[in-house]
């Protein structure tokens, strides 16, 4: 007696575990390869661009310093005397024997030894300029390493490794976005079947999200070392100490956004995180990069899920509906005559017909834990109706 297989009556569909084959567009990984290139470059001036911390020391006498404090250098100079107080030093300067005490001062404490010209200012322990100019920094700028062993000794340990951790973070925070640019050019880069380089653009979004995230993580712990050690630490308890370019004091062109307490009077000491600064541009540097990096982690995961629910802009043509292809209730895809119009329920999209052939054709990953569909599932009468034999109606459907 043979025996008769009847479908579900109904319009209701066996529920198969179906997996959407929406892959993302090649224009938002364009776009997170430009956040990331900007990121590292901010991430590089950070680190290399010695002006994290601005202080113009100020001790008794008319002479003063500015100190640039970097990550790993620190840059020095005097700034010039004021006229009205040069003459007071007469007498507190006896002047070399083979100069002539008719030129004019400049002349004078140009030709003073260079051990006067080192001095400490008040309360803050800046040193004056010790040694030549480094090559390539200028405006009679002294640069030098930083923080040095004697400095470790004087202001306590807890300095060094607080400001040393800082520049460790900054500089392993380039590891993430080095694992992220591999991934973006083997995306760009990848050569293979179309379903393969597909399946690349679906997963690689969660390796450049994690690893971005990752920088962004280390750029905030080495900015908040920084603005700890700037806070609590004597040498920068002078009044012409400032920090980056951002401002905690309001001003009437641009006033200050946060709440009262986080001011914690630090107008006294001078912390001008100005906006429009232009002297100091270090620590902005730091914070421009976390502030990418998150950004770039957000648009990337947005874009990604967004493909996920089939929205073309993310997912391109690979979320749009098939005209030629339906979804069987045994679920698999078959073709469907030209000018037969597909249920609404039994629409399939681009992106699962091309993954169906990819399969069938052997150019995907069959059997694959998480990349087969479930379209293949019910693989027996159904089949010899939909074609029979090796050769199946969606081998030529694309």
């Known amino acids: 007696m043979p025996v008769s297989v009847s479908e579900p009556s109904g319009e209701s569909h066996p529920q198969h575990h179906r997996k959407r084959h929406y892959t993302v567009r090649k224009s938002p990984y364009l776009v997170s390869l430009a956040f990331l290139l900007l990121a590292t470059a901010l991430t590089l001036l950070n680190i290399h661009v010695p002006q994290l911390i601005h202080v113009v020391g100020r001790s008794p006498g008319p002479t003063q310093f ?6 790993y250098r620190r840059c020095t100079r005097s700034l010039a005397s004021s006229p009205n107080t040069t003459a007071l030093l007469l007498p507190a300067h006896p002047l070399p024997q083979d100069v002539d005490i008719d030129l004019p001062m ?8 260079s051990s006067s010209s080192s001095l400490v200012g008040g309360g803050g322990g800046i040193e004056g300029p010790i040694g030549h100019p480094a090559e390539g920094d200028g405006h009679e700028w002294v640069c030098q390493d930083f923080p040095t062993r004697s400095e470790c000794q004087q202001f ?19 590891v993430p976005c080095l694992a992220s640019l591999f991934s973006l050019l083997f995306i760009f880069l990848h050569r293979g079947e179309r379903t393969a380089r597909a399946k690349a653009r679906r997963q690689q979004w969660k390796l450049v999200s994690v690893t971005m995230l990752i920088h962004c993580l280390l750029q905030v712990l080495s900015i908040g070392m920084i603005l700890h050690v700037f806070r609590t630490d ?11 370019m951002f401002t905690l004091s309001p001003s009437p062109s641009f006033p200050f956004p946060f709440p009262l307490p986080l001011r914690f009077k630090e107008r ?15 620590f902005s540097f730091g914070a421009s990069s976390a502030l990418v990096s998150l950004t770039h982690t957000l648009f990337l995961t947005l874009t990604a899920y967004s493909a996920r629910l089939g929205h073309t802009w993310a997912a391109g043509k690979s979320a749009k509906k098939s005209r030629r292809h339906r979804r069987t ?3 698999r895809v078959v073709v469907v005559a030209d000018g037969v119009e597909v ?20 150019e995907g990953v069959v059997g694959e834990v998480g990349e087969r569909t479930g379209l293949l599932e019910g693989n027996g009468g159904e089949a010899r109706a939909a074609g029979g034999g090796r050769e199946r109606a969606t081998d030529s459907a694309v």
């Open 234 to 244: 004597e040498r920068f308890e002078s009044k012409g100490s400032h920090l980056g």
């Open 156 to 174: 306590g340990e807890k300095f060094c490794v607080l400001w040393s951790t800082a520049g460790y973070a900054a500089q392993s925070s380039l």
């Open 268 to 282: 006294e000491r001078g912390l001008t995180f100005s906006v429009f600064g232009k002297k100091d541009k270090s």
């Open 329 to 331: 209730r045994s679920g």
């Open 343 to 362: 249920p609404e329920g039994e629409r399939v999209s681009v992106g699962e017909v091309r993954a169906v052939a990819g399969e069938e054709a052997g």
């Open 106 to 113: 400049p002349a004078i404490f140009d030709s003073l030894p």
């Open 66 to 71: 500015e100190t640039r404090y970097g990550l």
